[in-house]
């Protein structure tokens, strides 16, 4: 079936460029190589200033005219890595990169199904979800399980995504279009720079699909610790919301739901601190606190919950839909 389309890429000129961060990945870098299709015309892998210089190594021992090795003069991150691969399969022209990571936990052969959506005009962007099948979730390590549930929600808050899950999954498709009006100095570099792309597609309004896939967990070792970083992410995912939101609903656009945020806002922050302003002088004086006083309390803050719960189903609806751009969709339709 995708050799169909395969030739409606030649036909359309529609090129398919890989993106491969590297830094210390020597053990299965070529590995990854040997596995990426016909259906990718251009493999970019990016060398970060890695200590087992990964790129010249593939140089030395993999031949595949596909491969252009760039390399990092200093560690800028796996985001770094990709924002560089990202720019350079933009000018060579690209249609649409993909990104794979070098330590074999995302088997190459998925990359058709990553860039089918896309292909068909059925998405901007698309990315794995290790989710789907509940018999793979038991191979995870619980602390991975725990700690994607914890990020995923922190996510679906941050980005405006709440259809998709496993946000830090690595393994993604994007149309060169889109890639090309990320802000790429902006993104972060680190461990966050998946969860900040979400973000930055949805100031775009793109389409993201979620793929499902499996992850290979062998030898390797990941640097991600949960622990460290979960500080860290809890501070951007805030961030990164209280932008999304001034930026959807008050600077580009004013609606309904921005005078609930408003008004629910209004309401909770009066009636917790009445609440507990007249709970503290109760305390204070020895007395218990009137019905009434906790009805004035309470009531506000009834009101203000539902405004909020009514401002956040309309953000859940109103997620992006409608992809930005499409090159084979035409001709399957024709097909059709």
Partial sequence: MINKYII????????????????????????????????????????????????????????????????????????????????????????????????GQMD??????????????????????RFFDLSEIKKMPKIRIFGNAVLSFMSKLSTGYWNIFDPTNGYTAIHADVARHLPFDKISNRYFFETDMLFRLNTLRAKVVDIPMNALYADEESNLKISRILGEFLFKHCRNFFKRIFYNYFLRDLNVASFELIIGTFFLIFGFSYGVFHWINSMKRGVITSSGTVMLSALPIIIGLQFVLNFISYDIYSQPGDILYSDLNGDENEHN
């Fill in 108 to 129: 190459p052969s998925l990359i058709k199904k990553f860039i089918r959506p896309i292909l068909e005009g059925r998405a901007d962007y698309t990315k794995g979800n």
């Fill in 8 to 103: 409606n890429q030649r036909k359309k000129n529609i090129k398919v460029a890989v993106v491969i961060p590297c830094y210390n990945v020597k053990r299965q870098i070529i590995d990854v190589l040997k596995k990426i299709g016909p259906e990718v015309d251009k493999i970019f892998v990016i060398d970060d200033c890695c200590p087992e210089q990964s790129g010249e190594f593939v140089k030395n021992n993999y031949k595949d005219k596909r491969i252009v090795i760039l390399k990092n003069e200093i560690n800028k991150g796996v985001g770094g890595a990709v924002m560089r691969g990202y720019a350079e399969a933009c000018k060579d022209g690209a249609t649409v990169i993909v990104k794979v990571d070098g330590d």
